[in-house]
């Protein structure tokens, strides 16, 4: 049997322990953590068969592993049931609790145990992202002497997060969040087991329904809520206690969404709205800026990624999208939530159904790009300023044509470095206003060859 090797073996401080029945006084989700992997429920991408955790499962081969996936998608619950399946102590910690010397302590124990009973430790490390690239070296040789079955737990990306030697020694398992329907079943288990509220409360359809949904794939979020629900509901005719929509609500208090300012999702949601935006999709576009607000993101810095996309991705299509972002930016600054909100979703609609082109994006792009390769090539002499007589005497702004007195008011001479003589760094598109701009370059680039035509003998 599975056993508590160095004490507290529950990441977040819980009582239940490994190999006995949980603590009555615990909370609902801890009761009714799963026992088997027969009661586990989802996440059937990581349980094909071969996968490393059916071998796991089924007792065949234990090797470390990297839970990736969101809050409450059974990340601590499948490290117990490992632990379980190969029958050895389980240690569980959390970088958010304790530090990388415990764990040191730790797996040092982990490995005299090995050496008196010949076999490993289960060591779950919550939040292993929290512990920095340097600090997870300390893992990596009692892994590889086989002195601990490692399993890391994280909520974001791995490829960023755990450092390039722990990953090669360990496969990441993707977790999803659950699906609506698994929320339901872990729901209705609770109800009806007796280590959760079997005989002391029931709950209406339409109430389970809409703790399923609220929940976010979240079971622990899904449990607790339950939990205070429970406590809260009064007794029905006949002296039930029966759950209510309105007992749900009043639970949730408000729809906690998944995000992360730091990390993947805040990433993940800002590129949705980009690319919305950049799709001239307006209703995604407002979506992903509202799922960005509600979770708590600084609308300051919705309001820049306005700003950034009005020049990146409008540009002179429309004019009037940079100002309008500006605007829409300083709005939020003088007015704040929720007043200023209303503006941030204006510029949103607006540049969603603006006409678009990266034409400048492209072009400054290439400028920059000419800048670093051809270094500091020197403007030719005549568009040089003159202001000293040496200057003047060096040829500096000599036959320089001002354009306000020329045909059409505009001067043929020489802009660009010998080097790059030809070279064109913005081409505008036909689309909006940049059309109108293409136009006037080309009646410019004619008029241009017609007077050097003229001036041919």
Known sequence: MTGDLFGDDAPSGGKTRAGAGPDPGAPLADRMRPRTFDELVGQPQVL?????????????????????????????????????????????????????????????????????????????????????????DAFLAHVERGDVILIGATTENPSFEVNAALLSRARVLVLKELAIADIQVLIERALTDARGLAGKVAMEPEALEALAVAADGDARRALNTLEVAAAAAKPAKGGTRTITSDDVRRALARKHLRYDKSGEEHFNLISALHKSLRDSDPHASLYWMARMLAAGEDPLYVARRLVRFASEDV??????????????????????????????????????????????????????????????????????????????????????????DEEGRIADQQHLPDELQGRRFYEPTNEGFEAEIARRMRAWDEAITGRRGKAKP
């Open 315 to 404: 540009g002179n299509a429309d004019p009037q999208a940079l100002p309008l972002a500006v605007a829409a930016f300083q709005a939020y600054h003088q007015l704040g939530t929720p007043e200023g909100e209303l503006a941030l979703a204006q510029c949103c609609a607006y540049l969603a159904t603006a006409p678009k082109s990266n034409a400048v994006y492209r072009g400054f792009g290439a400028a920059l790009d000419e800048a670093e390769k051809s270094g500091s090539l020197p403007p030719p002499l005549v568009i040089r300023n003159a202001p000293t007589r040496m200057m003047k005497e060096m040829g500096y702004g000599a036959g320089y044509r001002y354009a306000h």
């Open 48 to 136: 094909e068969p071969g996968s490393p955790l059916a071998l796991m499962r089924d007792g065949q081969h234990f090797s470390s592993i990297i839970l990736w996936g969101p809050p409450g998608s059974g990340k601590t619950t499948i490290a117990r049931l490992i632990a379980g399946a190969a029958q050895v102590p389980f240690v569980a910690r959390s970088a958010v609790l304790t530090g990388v010397k415990d764990v040191k302590e730790a797996m040092e124990r982990a490995a005299l145990e090995r050496r008196r009973t010949g076999k490993p430790t289960v060591l779950f490390l919550d939040e292993i992202h929290r512990f920095n690239r340097a600090q997870q």
